[in-house]
Each structure stands twice: as structure tokens, then as C-alpha cells.
């Protein structure tokens, strides 16, 4: 459990009750689509293009989140029928899944099933569970990221930090068939992505590189971020989060301490820069001045959930970095405007790129979950992931 002031209690049930009354005109106008971003304030839509992007289930999720603190039946309504639409990419559409199947089936199908016991949400979860259990290389002990591209690099090898997201569908897997096998796969990963993403200061690489018949490290990538040794911030968000995941579903202290040592690292990171505003990597270059919101949000959500179980004593030092982040993002990044869709703005999916500083629907599913653990002060009501 955690504990806000009156003053935080105050300011945060209102900036839900501001959300809510966009969010429900948003529900309506995008019942019909998957959306990523958005262009001149209205959603795209990757039900007609990308039905297996790896983002795809975030919609229906942040919906359930509507539904779960409002209960308005709209929000259920638009996360079901989200649902329907993005289980084609478990059917048809396989060929083009990664290993993101925690991001698309665990927050969608996987709350719908733990909150109404649906049992085609219990089957959509099951399917992607074992999708994704099948891209583990027994003898590397990882989860495989990405599928080969026709002409591209070989990357049977390639982990990725973000992978740690993925694992709690793992987890429930297990407790599904009352089987451990699911969760070793997922300890396997964990570990691995310990051992060889995390640097000494905390810091995260975004890609390494295994041998696929060994295990053993080859290298890793700057990815998403700056450049080969920099600080991709999202990526940083996934290590802190995924960790405190796989300790809340094993009991696992080593996870606790790594989402710990990692979460310390990105609060130093925040407390240099004099607006908290989150960077899009914690060590580019100081101009061009480039921020990910939707890296601010999970960090800020992921901090929340660390300061729900440490002690007494240390829950300031993580839910104070995750209130001001929260607060500093909604002054300056967050469009309350009920005529458009995008809620939080200033996303950017990697650095070396010219499409930056735009709404991402992750942004918004995390910024929403953050504030609903805020409000709710982390009582274990329900666990989105
Ligand atoms: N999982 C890919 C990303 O964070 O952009």
C-alpha cells in the first residue's frame, strides 16, 4: 500500500474525473479502431493495417481501466469488442507476431478473464501464453524478440529489455494450468536479461546478442536509443517495471532489488533535470531536446508499484519521483480536450528518428494506470499485469 496527502488525493481523483470525461467520448468515436497515434488529434487505426503491432493491445487494456474505476458500460463495450478485433493476429496473422504477446493478450484479454471469467478472454490469453513460451531457445535461456525479415540481419539471437513485460502472461499461465513449466520459462528470461542488460550504475541496454547454441553473450545495440552505451528511457521504464512484475508473480527477491537498483539509477537521471520532464534517453546529447512521455508514465506507474511493497521507510523515495513526474507530464503534455483522442502527448518511439514528440497509445495506457493506482493508493485490488 502507499499513501498520498489529502492535497494528492484531492488533485489526482480530479485529474481522473477530467480523464473520464474525455475518455468517454474517445471510447465512442474509436469504437471501431485500434489506435497507435494519432494525426490532428484523431486516432489511426491498426486494425486495417497492422492487426499484429506489437502496441495493439493497449487499447482494449486502458479501456478495462475505464471500466474497472468508472463501470461504465461503454468503456467494457469498446475493450471487448478491441478484443475482437485484435484476435485475429493470434489466427490468421501469426506469422507476423513477435514476442510482444504480454503487451498485446495480459492487459486486454488477460484482465477480461480476471474480471469477468469470460472464457474466450481465458483462451486468447492461453494461446498467446504459449506463443510465446515457444520462441524460448532452451539452450540460450532467452526469449527470442523479433522475427527474421525476408533479406535482414539474423537475429535469432536478439533479446530485448522489453521482453520483461511479456512475462506476467507467463506467470498467470501457470497458475492456469497449475504447471511450472511456463513460469521457468519466464525465471530463464528474467534471469538472462538480468545478468546481461542490466549495467553496474543501473543503467539498461536496450538489445544484446546471444549465441543461439551456447547462451553466451556476443553483444548488444544502442536500439532505440541515443547510441550504442546510452540510456534509451523507455527502456529503462520496461527493466523497472518487468522486474517489480516477475518479483510480485515469484516471490523472487534478486527481481525486487534489480527493479530497485534500476528505478534508483533512472530517479538520479530525473532529479538533473530541473522540469522532471522525462528524456527520451537519459544520456543524449543536450540538443535537440527530446522527450518520451510514454517512458515517463510507465517509470512513473512501475515506481508506484515498488513503493507499494518495500517498507515503510522507503516508499517516499520511490512514490514521490512517480507523483512529480505525473504532475510535471500533465502541465505540459497532456491535451484534456474532449474533441480530440490523444490524451497524452510528447511520445517518441526512438531517438534516431524524425517522428518525435507524438501521442502514443502506451503513453496513455500508463498515464491512466498510474493515476488509477494513485487514487486507489496501490490497494491490491487488481494487478493490470
Ligand atoms: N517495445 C518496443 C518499444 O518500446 O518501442
Redesign the pocket.
Known amino acids: 500500500m502507499i499513501k498520498l496527502s489529502p492535497e494528492d488525493k484531492k488533485y489526482f481523483e480530479g485529474l481522473f474525473e477530467k480523464i473520464d470525461k474525455k475518455m468517454k467520448k474517445v471510447a465512442v468515436r474509436s469504437y471501431n479502431k485500434i489506435p497507435y497515434t494519432a494525426v490532428n488529434g484523431v486516432h489511426d487505426d491498426k486494425n486495417l493495417v497492422d492487426i499484429e503491432w ?1 502496441t495493439n493491445g493497449f487499447w482494449p487494456g486502458m479501456m478495462w481501466i475505464m471500466y474497472v474505476q468508472t463501470g461504465d458500460e461503454q468503456y467494457k463495450k469498446t475493450a471487448t469488442h478491441g478484443e475482437d478485433m485484435i484476435r485475429k493476429a493470434l489466427h490468421t496473422n501469426i506469422t507476423g507476431v513477435g514476442h ?1 504477446l504480454g ?1 498485446m493478450y495480459d492487459i486486454s484479454a488477460g484482465v477480461h478473464y480476471r474480471l469477468t471469467g469470460t472464457r474466450q478472454a481465458k483462451a486468447d490469453a492461453m494461446l498467446a501464453a504459449n506463443v510465446l513460451a515457444g520462441r524460448f531457445n532452451i539452450k540460450g535461456g532467452f526469449i527470442r524478440a523479433w522475427n527474421y525479415r525476408e533479406g535482414g540481419t539474423d537475429n535469432s539471437g536478439w533479446a ?1 529489455i ?1 521482453c520483461l513485460m511479456n512475462l506476467p502472461l507467463l506467470y498467470r499461465m501457470s497458475d492456469f494450468v497449475h504447471d511450472e513449466r511456463y513460469t521457468y520459462i519466464a525465471k530463464a528470461h528474467a534471469d538472462k536479461t538480468m545478468e546481461n542488460h542490466i549495467r553496474p550504475d543501473g543503467s539498461s541496454k536496450h538489445i544484446v546478442s546471444y549465441d543461439t547454441k551456447t547462451g553466451e553473450l556476443i553483444e548488444d545495440f544502442g536500439g ?1 536509443g541515443y547510441q550504442l552505451g546510452s540510456s534509451w528511457s ?2 529503462q521504464s ?1 527493466a523497472i517495471y518487468g522486474f517489480v512484475l516477475s518479483y510480485i508473480h515469484t516471490g523472487d527477491i534478486k527481481y525486487l532489488e534489480t527493479a530497485k537498483k534500476v528505478a534508483k539509477y533512472v530517479i538520479g537521471c530525473l532529479e538533473e533535470e530541473k522540469d522532471y520532464l522525462p528524456l527520451c534517453d537519459f544520456r543524449q546529447p543536450k540538443e535537440p531536446v527530446i522527450y518520451d512521455s ?1 517512458a515517463g508514465a510507465c517509470i512513473a506507474s512501475g515506481l508506484i508499484e515498488i513503493a507499494s511493497i518495500v517498507d515503510e521507510g522507503e516508499k517516499a523515495f520511490y512514490l514521490e519521483p512517480a507523483i512529480k513526474l505525473i504532475k510535471a507530464m500533465t502541465n505540459k503534455f497532456v491535451d484534456f480536450s474532449e474533441d480530440t483522442d490523444p490524451l497524452l502527448l510528447y511520445g517518441t ?2 531517438y534516431n528518428t524524425n517522428k518525435y514528440h507524438i501521442p502514443i497509445i ?1 503513453g496513455d495506457y500508463y498515464y491512466i494506470e498510474a493515476i488509477y493506482k494513485l487514487i486507489h493508493e496501490k490497494r491490491d485490488d487488481i494487478l493490470f499485469w
Open positions: 506489437w510482444d503487451f530485448i522489453d532505440q523507455r527502456g520496461w510514454t518511439e526512438r502506451y
